[in-house]
């Protein structure tokens, strides 16, 4: 079978003066994922090694570095599913784990499927990963900027227009609404950095998962659609693997990455389902995000409505991972 791997780092506005950190780090998360399918690991390995690259990657919205809740705190999410056997293992509101995804991917070896909170970080103790002090989690840039204001942002202003990303070019969401009363929204090139990645191996596997703190300025204890199956992450054999990201309450609200992989099962190629995922995701709830997906053979697609997502990508007879805004 075809080896694959695609990784994100977050869909939203990325300053310009970013993008080279942003290309770079899902550069090297694709690399550490490619190198674990090319010496024959699994699909749900590769994804794993790629998230925690990104991870403790701290220009990235998950594990160190992450953003922070409107009291302050980095209270993370992850979560990642094996297609073959349907196993799933997520993450919620975690404060003391340096690599939720190495958490979630315990939680996918137990009984469980989602753990949250402090509950979550006793199985941590309980399984031999270390917790840390919450404070390592956090970067003095983002309690900077927390300090500085940053806001829930439950609603934003209307998306910027959209470069081209290959096919990947969907239209903005049609002018977020502001339907529920907030605070003055955070700054736009805030709205980016949640990780995900998308693998398939030699045996035809696939997997996917995705990792995040969340919404900047979010309410303690809000969860996205990061840790939910169907929701920010899905994979099965045969049809697809996607993470997504974006803002999250729409996304868990249509299902999406369960969505996507459905288009694909209906005879869309990868390219298409990724695209026309996130056309309804703009279409029906004025939603804003992107999303990485394969499909079975190991084809890419990758689609986003806001102004840029940060993307990396390889696959059998490249020599280097391919990145992207
Ligand atoms: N989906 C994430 C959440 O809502 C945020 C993001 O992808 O930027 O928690």
């Given at each position: 079978m075809a080896l694959a791997l695609v990784v994100h780092g977050g869909a939203g506005a990325i300053a310009a003066e970013r993008f080279d950190a942003a290309r770079a780090g899902c550069r090297a998360a694709a690399l550490a994922g490619w190198r674990v399918l090319r010496a024959g690991g699994a699909a749900l390995d590769a994804v794993q090694a790629a998230i925690v690259v990104l991870e403790d990657d701290p220009s990235f919205n998950a594990g160190t570095g992450a953003v922070l809740t409107a009291d302050g705190r980095a209270q993370l999410d992850a979560g990642l599913m094996d297609g073959r056997t349907l196993e799933v293992g997520a993450v919620a509101?975690?404060?003391?784990?340096?690599n939720p995804v190495a958490l979630a991917r315990q939680v996918l070896r137990s009984r469980h499927v989602l753990l949250v909170g402090e509950g979550a970080e006793r199985f941590a103790g309980a399984h031999g990963i270390a917790l840390c002090d919450?404070?390592?989690?956090?970067?003095p840039a983002r309690r900077a900027r927390w300090r500085g204001g940053d806001l829930a942002d439950e609603d934003v202003v209307a998306a910027p227009a959209v470069p081209a990303v290959g096919d990947g070019r969907v239209g903005p969401a049609p002018g977020r609404r502001r339907s529920r009363p907030g605070p003055t929204p955070i700054r736009?090139?805030?709205r980016h950095g949640t990780v995900g990645a998308v693998a398939v191996d030699g045996e035809g596997r696939t997997a996917a998962g995705a990792s995040t703190g969340g919404i900047a300025g979010k309410h303690p204890g809000r969860v996205g659609d990061t840790p939910l199956v169907g929701c920010g992450f899905y994979a099965e054999d045969g049809l697809a693997g996607v993470s997504c990201t974006g803002h999250g309450e729409d996304f868990t609200r249509l299902l999406l990455a369960r969505r996507a992989a459905e288009l694909v099962g209906a005879g869309l190629s990868a390219q298409a389902a990724a695209s026309a995922a996130i056309r309804l995701l703009g279409e029906r709830l004025h939603g804003e995000g992107g999303l990485i997906l394969l499909d079975a053979a190991g084809r890419v697609g990758c689609a986003r409505n806001t102004g840029a997502m940060a993307y990396a990508y390889i696959v059998d007879g490249m020599g280097a991972p391919a990145a992207g805004i």
């Amino acid at each position: 079978m075809a080896l694959a791997l695609v990784v994100h780092g977050g869909a939203g506005a990325i300053a310009a003066e970013r993008f080279d950190a942003a290309r770079a780090g899902c550069r090297a998360a694709a690399l550490a994922g490619w190198r674990v399918l090319r010496a024959g690991g699994a699909a749900l390995d590769a994804v794993q090694a790629a998230i925690v690259v990104l991870e403790d990657d701290p220009s990235f919205n998950a594990g160190t570095g992450a953003v922070l809740t409107a009291d302050g705190r980095a209270q993370l999410d992850a979560g990642l599913m094996d297609g073959r056997t349907l196993e799933v293992g997520a993450v919620a509101a975690v404060e003391r784990v340096k690599n939720p995804v190495a958490l979630a991917r315990q939680v996918l070896r137990s009984r469980h499927v989602l753990l949250v909170g402090e509950g979550a970080e006793r199985f941590a103790g309980a399984h031999g990963i270390a917790l840390c002090d919450p404070a390592d989690l956090v970067t003095p840039a983002r309690r900077a900027r927390w300090r500085g204001g940053d806001l829930a942002d439950e609603d934003v202003v209307a998306a910027p227009a959209v470069p081209a990303v290959g096919d990947g070019r969907v239209g903005p969401a049609p002018g977020r609404r502001r339907s529920r009363p907030g605070p003055t929204p955070i700054r736009d090139e805030d709205r980016h950095g949640t990780v995900g990645a998308v693998a398939v191996d030699g045996e035809g596997r696939t997997a996917a998962g995705a990792s995040t703190g969340g919404i900047a300025g979010k309410h303690p204890g809000r969860v996205g659609d990061t840790p939910l199956v169907g929701c920010g992450f899905y994979a099965e054999d045969g049809l697809a693997g996607v993470s997504c990201t974006g803002h999250g309450e729409d996304f868990t609200r249509l299902l999406l990455a369960r969505r996507a992989a459905e288009l694909v099962g209906a005879g869309l190629s990868a390219q298409a389902a990724a695209s026309a995922a996130i056309r309804l995701l703009g279409e029906r709830l004025h939603g804003e995000g992107g999303l990485i997906l394969l499909d079975a053979a190991g084809r890419v697609g990758c689609a986003r409505n806001t102004g840029a997502m940060a993307y990396a990508y390889i696959v059998d007879g490249m020599g280097a991972p391919a990145a992207g805004i």
